[in-house]
């Protein structure tokens, strides 16, 4: 008769905590989803759309554009500097990008030089909610590293 209790309040302990996961997971999914931008006033900002913003040709034409275009700083190169910057910025509803900043950084001089050759960047394939353009976050690691 005990173990019967012991397994029925088992079950119920489970199935409590598997509701819980749940209702967490989709609390927290709904916070991370959306963030307000502050600078763009209103206006929302996703970090995740249904259809996420691409550049036109695709992720291998960006890195492309972006490696043809991005010069290496002499600075860093005397300094023997190499490493991953990671940046973000808004794709907003138009295409264009806003809000460029790095993420993690290596040296000031590698982290300008990305931001330097975002602000070139061409227009993107906004991202889409429901099937309107939204503004969406977009992050990018840019590896610097010399040949030697």
Known sequence: MTNKM????????SLLA?????VLFFALSFNAYSQNAGTQGTEEVLVVAEEMPSFPGGQVALMNYIYKN????????DKGLQGKVTVRFVVNKDG??????VVR????SLDNAVLDVLKTLPKFIP????GVPVNVWYALPISFK???
């Open 18 to 22: 598997i509701q819980l996961t749940v």
């Open 127 to 130: 991202g889409k909610q429901a």
């Open 105 to 108: 950084g290596v040296d000031p």
């Open 96 to 101: 264009k990008i806003s809000q460029p900043s």
């Open 6 to 13: 012991n397994k029925f309040s088992s079950s119920i302990k």
């Open 146 to 148: 010399l040949q030697v």
């Open 70 to 77: 991005i010069r290496y700083p002499q600075e860093a190169v």
